[in-house]
């Protein structure tokens, strides 16, 4: 046995990150908003479903792989779209999308990333990558963003459509803290065409001047289904949404033809006081059946969260503050909890009794066996 203190446990990484970031950086990482109510209900709706293991099942072999997307996953799980990461490790993005890319694990990169469209997709090559859009409130940037990521190789499109304005902060705001006012993940736009012909055609805007231009056009408050059905017109990519909760809404993304769902609340730091993501995709999975793939986050914090998850409906899950942390070590901290997660799943699987990802179903969690 090494005599190294490994860093597994997610609150290591927390307690790690906590002591190297600032302040201000690490409260942005962790917090939740207003009472964190929804931060705290992600977990405990982990924590109150039971899984039931099977016996004597040969599970010498396993196969951890999904299809999602007419794609498939090595893994169930996908690095949800952190932005700002350069707050956190100077090599940012970069460093999440190298190891995600050895681990073969899927990234969703974020808007507002510290690295461009172009280079992580050129990182990522054939494990599966997306692209988060946060719409800009501009329809040309807004296009150009979607053009560059099909023009690059990215193989979907997320939009977030919980963030009409960012959730309300407390801890942000007592710390006076800002991600974006710190300059990181601004790359997008200043090496978008569109964005600095419109934005800054003669090039002699400073950083700050940018960033308040940026900031104008970051979030589209308007934003409604019309919108999604011109992005539909304009891209031969599949269209996630992320940020469902409301299983009405979910209808409608099934009527409007959209290719996948993220049931989320944002880990927690948008609207507070909503029902956990896990909850929420219980009953969307009930009501819309098998139409639409439908992946979860907030609050995933091992394999077994994942196999929780998975059975009751969830095509996949993304995991988002547990590989932030580990960014504070750049491309190696996020090594060790990637390799850590799928050696994780892979063992736990087998002692759930199931060889492959695929199978799980209902049938290992206590509601559906205590009939
Ligand atoms: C530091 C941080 C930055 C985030 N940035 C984005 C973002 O740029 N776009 C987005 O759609 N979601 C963003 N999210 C939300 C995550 O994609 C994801 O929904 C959430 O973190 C999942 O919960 P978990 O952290 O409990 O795993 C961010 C979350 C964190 C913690
Ligand atoms: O912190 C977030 O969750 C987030 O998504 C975000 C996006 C843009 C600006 C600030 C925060």
């Not at 046995?1 to 002591?19: P, V």
């Amino acid at each position: 046995m090494s005599e190294t203190n490994a860093r597994i446990r997610y609150e290591d990484w927390e307690h790690y990150a906590k002591k190297r970031l600032s302040k201000g950086a690490f409260g942005y990482v962790q917090s939740g908003s207003n009472q964190e109510q929804t931060l705290v209900k992600n977990r405990e709706a982990f924590n109150d479903l039971e899984l039931v293991p099977r016996v004597l099942k040969d599970v010498s072999n396993r196969d951890l792989s999904i299809k999602l997307l007419n794609q498939s996953l090595a893994v169930p799980f996908l690095l949800a779209p952190v932005g700002f990461q350069r707050i956190v490790h100077p090599d940012a993005e970069r460093a999440s999308a190298k190891s995600a890319q050895k681990a073969k694990v899927p990234y969703i990169m974020s808007t507002v990333s510290s690295t461009s469209i172009e280079e992580v997709s050129e990182i990522m090559r054939d494990v599966p990558h997306y692209f988060q859009l946060y719409w800009p409130n501009d329809q040309d940037v807004c296009e150009s963003f979607v053009k560059r990521a099909e023009k690059s190789g990215f193989d979907a499109i997320v939009v977030t459509v919980d963030t009409p304005y960012l959730g309300h902060r407390e801890v942000d705001l007592s710390n006076g803290y800002s991600p974006i006012n710190t300059g990181a993940g601004i790359e997008n736009f200043l090496t978008d065409p569109v964005f600095q012909e419109k934005y800054n055609p003669n090039h002699d805007l400073s950083e700050a001047e940018l960033i308040d231009e940026i900031k104008s056009i970051l979030f589209k408050q308007d934003l409604t289904w019309s919108n999604i059905r011109w992005l539909k017109k304009i891209t031969d990519l599949p269209i996630i949404l992320k940020g469902v909760m409301h299983v009405d809404d979910a209808k409608l993304a099934v009527e409007e033809g959209i290719d996948g769902l993220i049931v989320s609340n944002h880990g927690g730091r948008q609207l507070d006081g909503t029902q956990s993501a896990l909850k929420a995709l219980q009953t969307i999975r009930q009501e819309i059946g098998d139409d639409i793939p439908i992946l979860v986050d907030g609050g995933v914090r091992g394999a077994p969260d994942v196999l929780k998850a998975l059975a009751i409906g969830a095509d996949a899950v993304l995991i988002g503050r547990p590989y932030t942390y580990a960014l504070v070590d750049g491309e190696a901290g996020v090594d060790q909890v990637l390799n850590n997660f799928t050696k994780d799943l892979d063992t736990s699987l087998a002692i759930l009794g199931v060889n492959q990802v695929k199978k799980i179903d209902t049938s290992v969690i206590t509601n559906s066996v205590n009939r």
